[in-house]
């Protein structure tokens, strides 16, 4: 076996307290495509940060060529041969294709000769087989298009590994086959391919060797024809379950509080149909570039729908703004505490008074705080807040205290649907535990509940009934009684789709 | 017309913008002003945007980074003071070494803020606001409250802006009007064919692009700085040359003329695009408009300001719509071109698995 081009030797990554990676070890080999798959938060990502530079282990090394190096920063990387591309491609809006892929070439003399550079990014698009004009600014050009001159760009530095991450969730299927052939052609130009990717489909197309990584720890690596899409899957989500979440009995009702029906946002997702009910909790599951947000945002009103029907109570609505969502009684908890959730800099008191104002004013348009700290305190006992009162900033508190903050905010709202996106990302066991509880309460007490998850457990633990869904369609909706780990996973990464009856006949557990 | 509006780059589309505008205002002025087209009307024009080009064009490379410098007026200002303090004490300093004393000089102060934005960090607005007032007062303090009077400046040096280098008819070719120009071009060829000065854009158009290119914003946000500062002090020489009395209030409001200018220029103020001919375009088009408003008699003096602020208003409102719709227009063209496939994912049942 010759000598491989980088490896992972031993590598460890902790961001204080969370272990990120754990002794992993990989070697990667000139002309070979490697792809790395896992589930959300599994430590893909703190891999390739590693292998580009941006993080540096916490122990254990990086070797190129069996030597270990310190990759200083994503420089450092490039200088190397490793480079790495991202979904969202990194590319200047303002400039040409020619200059995008020249920009920091050390390699061309000190003024540029336009046709000169003309010629060689034509030279480079071509050799990556796609048709693209050089003169063209990059604002207009599509994500694929971009990719395309990230690629262009590594190769112009004779790249030796190149990192795709995620490449294709973004793009249309014709797209990535583009890419994927982009990605074999390099390979066989002896390049080493990292590719990572959710669409089980085109590991199997593309990959020499796979690498399953499951919780920050390295499960496998074998030979493509040595594995199979179940085996991957089973590796993929096969950790102890361990009982930590209590499977909650049910108290679904009969009555529909909501109903959707081929809930379409063109370009985005199409054709979602599930009726949810007073006491349920429905959960959707999926893995990223599922668009399980996005349909929680038109359900909200921010993103409206493009087709279909919601029916709420019974009458058919059209949901356009969250003002009109909130009225009907639909909030909707944002998973992003920090930018869409909760103003850090204001205490508890503010925070869970903020989507409710207008009930604490007087009429003269004066807030009465008295009130709103009542409030804000009945919310610290009910919810369990661990602060000693409640005019403590909300950015001090830890990410469970703050997951609590933000759902008293939406509970003061008195809603009977709860959209809760991601309601335990980044917070520990014991919270979750409690955050867990208080929904199932919320349900018990006659409202339906809409659960976005990433987290498989907890979605067997929590759903009802769990709604799967990859790249925008609905792949089924599973009972949770007959739901396991492999069956979700499977739907998610598209390995089948549901054989169970329409959705819209399915009643609650 | 459409398809050509497609194909020319927007950078073209803007420089043919303004000519027409500009054209537009010298017939409108012309019917309304009597004796309005002749050549003392270039050369009034040209002789006063000569100092306005050359901090424009430092203004233009900050804005190109996203940032901005607020505080050129005051280095015009300073370096001005300080170049006549030297020549004064000094008559027989020759042309060179006083216009490198005074671009080192304007360096020097960019240094600072370059220093301030790009190592530590501070949005550049304050830290210029901040310069703006500091270099005021340095020269306060410098000059002890007192002026420099064309009587102690050498007769080179005063004589030099209104120097003849070409007369046709009216029309003179004035030099300060030509190293103006000379720079600007220069500057415009450097910005678009030097590999390093496209860095300036590489980092305004995407900082964390760049970051990832291995481009090294901090020291291209620096160069930035510096190269504005250096390009006020010429400024300042120039300044110092064309009036030669220098009080502590010289190259007061130039900070924000070279901003309007720029813009009108079509600079994207968000950084990444715009050229320094555009901005030079810009200086002409608001002295211009500026100069006109004095001889119009229908309009009131006093409404100057108000002029100048409805033209900012109204080139980058015209801008941003033209471009939006452009971007639009693409992006249709290219939907067209490129019609998704059908999503493909209804008919998978069990792939891959047997």
Redesign the interface.
């Known amino acids: 076996m010759p000598e491989p081009v980088l490896s992972l030797d031993h590598v460890s990554k902790s961001f204080g307290m969370t272990h990120a990676l754990s002794d992993v070890s990989m070697d990667l080999h000139a002309g070979e495509v490697h792809a790395i798959v896992g589930e959300n938060g599994a430590g893909k990502s703190t891999m390739i940060k590693i292998m580009t530079g941006i993080h540096q282990p916490s122990s254990g090394a990086v070797r190129i060529d069996g030597d270990a190096v310190t990759l200083a920063g994503p420089q450092t990387a490039r200088d190397r041969g490793v480079v790495a591309i991202y979904q969202e491609p990194m590319v200047f809006p303002d400039l040409d294709v020619a200059e995008n892929i020249f920009i920091s070439s050390t390699k061309e003399g000190w003024f540029q000769n336009r046709r000169d550079l003309r010629r060689k990014a034509h030279a480079l698009i071509d050799r990556i087989g796609m048709a693209l004009d050089v003169d063209q600014v990059a604002s207009g050009l599509t994500l694929a298009e971009q990719q395309a001159v990230e690629i262009a760009r590594a190769l112009s530095q004779d790249v030796r590994v190149l990192i795709m991450d995620e490449p294709t969730a973004a793009l249309s299927a014709h797209e990535a086959a583009q890419l994927r052939r982009v990605a074999r052609t390099l390979a066989e130009e002896g390049v080493s391919v990292v590719y990572i990717s959710h669409r089980l489909e085109e590991v199997f197309e593309i990959a020499d060797r796979v690498t399953v990584i499951r919780d920050g720890q390295h499960i496998s690596t074998r030979p493509i024809d040595e594995t199979t899409p179940d085996g991957m899957i089973a590796e993929m989500v096969g950790r102890e379950v361990g009982n930590y979440f209590e499977k909650a009995p049910t108290t679904a009702t009969p009555e529909v509080l909501l109903g959707v029906r081929d809930l379409t946002l063109d370009g985005t997702y199409e054709n979602i149909s599930f009726d949810l009910h007073r006491g349920e909790v429905l959960c959707m599951a999926g893995l990223i570039g599922a668009r399980r947000t996005d349909v929680a945002l038109s359900l909200f009103g921010i993103a409206p729908a493009t087709g279909g029907t919601v029916t709420y109570k019974g009458a058919e609505v059209r949901l356009t703004t969250p003002r009109q969502a909130m009225d009907l009684g639909i909030a909707y908890v944002s998973e992003d505490r920090r930018k869409l959730g909760l103003a850090m800099e204001m205490p508890i008191r503010d925070n869970v008074t903020l989507a409710t104002l207008s009930r604490y004013q007087s009429r003269a348009g004066i807030i009465d705080r008295a009130a709103e700290a009542e409030t804000a305190e009945a919310y610290r006992q009910r919810l369990n807040i661990r602060t000693p009162d409640v005019e403590i900033d909300v950015g001090m508190l830890s990410g469970g205290n703050q997951q609590k903050v933000m759902l008293a905010k939406w509970l003061n709202m008195e809603p009977e649907l709860l959209i809760f996106d991601e309601p335990t990302r980044g917070i520990d066991i014991g919270a979750k535990a409690e955050v867990h509880d208080l929904i199932r309460d919320f349900a018990a007490k006659g409202g339906a509940v809409l659960v976005i998850s990433s987290d498989l457990p907890e979605v067997l633990a929590m759903g009802d009934r769990i709604l799967v869904m990859r790249e925008g369609v609905q792949m089924g909706i599973l009972d949770a009684a007959d739901a396991d780990q492999e069956k979700v996973m499977a739907l998610a990464t598209g390995q089948v789709r549901s054989t169970a009856p329409d959705a819209r006949e399915g009643e609650p557990a | 017309m459409t398809r050509l509006f497609l194909r020319v ?2 950078q073209a589309l803007r420089i043919t913008g303004l000519l027409f505008v500009l054209c537009l205002v010298v017939l409108f002025f012309s019917t309304q002003v009597d004796n309005y087209l002749n050549g003392r009307l270039f050369n009034r024009i040209s002789s006063s945007v000569a100092i306005m080009a050359l901090i424009a064009t430092g203004q233009t490379i900050v804005i190109l980074t996203r940032n901005i410098d607020l505080s050129v007026g005051s280095v015009v200002g300073f370096t001005a003071f300080a170049t006549g303090s030297l020549v004064t004490a000094y008559p027989d300093m020759g042309p060179v070494p006083l216009v490198l004393f005074a671009m080192v000089c304007g360096a020097g102060f960019g240094c600072i803020n370059g220093a301030l934005v790009a190592y530590a960090r501070v949005p550049s607005i304050i830290v210029t606001l901040a310069t703006m007032a500091l270099f005021r007062s340095a020269l306060v303090e410098f000059s002890d409250a007192k002026s420099i009077t064309s009587g102690s400046l050498p007769q080179w040096l005063v004589s030099f802006p209104n120097t003849k280098l070409l007369t046709i008819g009216q029309f003179q070719l004035r030099a300060g009007f030509a190293v103006a120009v000379v720079v600007v071009v220069l500057v415009h060829i450097l910005l678009s ?4 000065a ?2 300036f ?2 980092v ?3 900082p ?8 090294n914003t901090r020291a291209t946000v620096f160069a930035a700085f510096v190269l504005a500062g250096a390009l006020a002090g010429l400024a300042g020489f120039m300044f110092l040359a064309r009036f030669g009395n220098i009080t502590v209030v010289a190259g007061l409001g130039f900070e924000l003329k070279s901003v309007a200018a720029s813009v009108v220029g079509g600079v ?1 103020i968000f950084g ?2 715009g050229t320094v001919i555009g901005a030079f375009l810009g200086a002409i088009l608001v002295d211009l408009i500026d100069t006109s408003l004095v001889r119009w008699q229908l309009v009131s003096e006093f409404w100057r300001e108000a002029v100048l602020g409805a033209l900012i208003l109204l080139s980058v409102t015209v801008d941003t719509l033209l471009m939006r719709r452009l ?1 639009r227009l ?2 249709a063209q ?1 939907h067209e071109a ?1 019609k ?2 059908p ?4 008919k ?6 047997a």
Not at chain 2, 193 to 196: I, K, L, S, T, V
Not at chain 2, 348 to 353: I, P, S
């Open positions: 780059s927007p064919r030097f590999r390093p496209r860095r854009y590489a305004g158009s995407s964390e692009a760049a970051e990832m290119a291995g481009i994207n990444g695009s971007f693409r992006q290219e490129a998704p496939k999503a493909a994912a209804g998978v049942t069990k792939e891959g698995a």
